[in-house]
């Protein structure tokens, strides 16, 4: 199975100020299609995940340009810029490249 | 909008049977390949099992192979997953998924005898 590791496991931020989480596989998630199956999803308290980013570094619908996803092959970044109170929860990095699907540790994200 | 609403959670004792059910809406359920999750209480998350649109393509994760089985019922839009011989391990929140992007708010399994 595909080993997804996240750093830092926990993050406190003051609002405006950004932040970066780092997910790293253990196999690179390029597909055969030319496609890497990387995904971002916050997990609010009490609430099931929603998605952020899928593929790398697309922004799902309707979520707010402060979140980008960026890297390649084994190595990939969330960023967060201008972080809002809105922002807290746990952060998940999941990779849908290969069966069975599988996530970080998550990342908990507090504001200072 | 999709809508994706988990069902027949509940209290299990260890090695029965339970089968959740995910209704669907708001979208071609036909066109979507769909997955179950799951999150033990205060832990990550867990991809569960997969199948595809046509039911063509089914896979599970290690630690529920031959013992839980995903199905769909692509004229009633819904999604399945019977679970036999439940074990404190697989007490979790379980959630349906359209593919990756869009998730229910889950049914809650507890296993205690």
């Known amino acids: 199975d595909i080993v997804m590791t996240q750093s830092p496991l926990s993050l406190s931020v003051t609002p405006g100020q950004s932040a970066s989480i780092s997910c790293k596989s253990s196999?690179?998630?390029?597909?055969?299609?030319?496609?890497?199956?990387l995904y971002w999803y916050l997990q609010k308290a009490g609430q099931s995940p929603h998605l952020l980013i899928y593929?790398?570094?697309s922004r799902f619908s309707g979520v707010p340009d402060r979140f980008s996803g960026s890297g390649s092959g084994t190595d990939f970044t969330l960023q967060i810029s201008r972080v809002e109170a809105e922002d807290v929860g746990v952060y998940y990095c999941m990779q849908g490249t290969h069966f069975p699907y599988t996530f970080g540790q998550g990342t908990k994200l507090d504001i200072e | 909008e999709v809508q994706l609403v988990e069902s027949g959670g509940g209290l299990v004792q260890p090695g029965e049977s339970l089968i959740l059910s995910c209704a669907a809406s708001g979208f071609d359920f036909t066109a979507y390949n769909m997955n179950w999750f799951r999150q033990a209480p205060g832990k990550g998350l867990e991809w569960v099992s997969y199948i595809s649109r046509t039911t063509l393509t089914i896979t599970y994760a290690d630690s529920v192979k031959g013992r839980f089985t995903i199905s769909r019922d692509n004229a009633r839009s819904s999604l399945y997953l019977q679970l036999n011989s439940v074990t404190a391990e697989d007490g979790a929140i379980y959630y349906c998924?359209?593919?990756?992007?869009?998730w229910g708010r889950g049914t809650l399994v507890t296993v205690s005898s």
């Open positions: 593929e790398v570094s």
């Open positions: 998924a359209r593919g990756k992007a869009h």
């Open positions: 196999e690179s998630l390029l597909y055969s299609d030319g496609k890497t199956y």
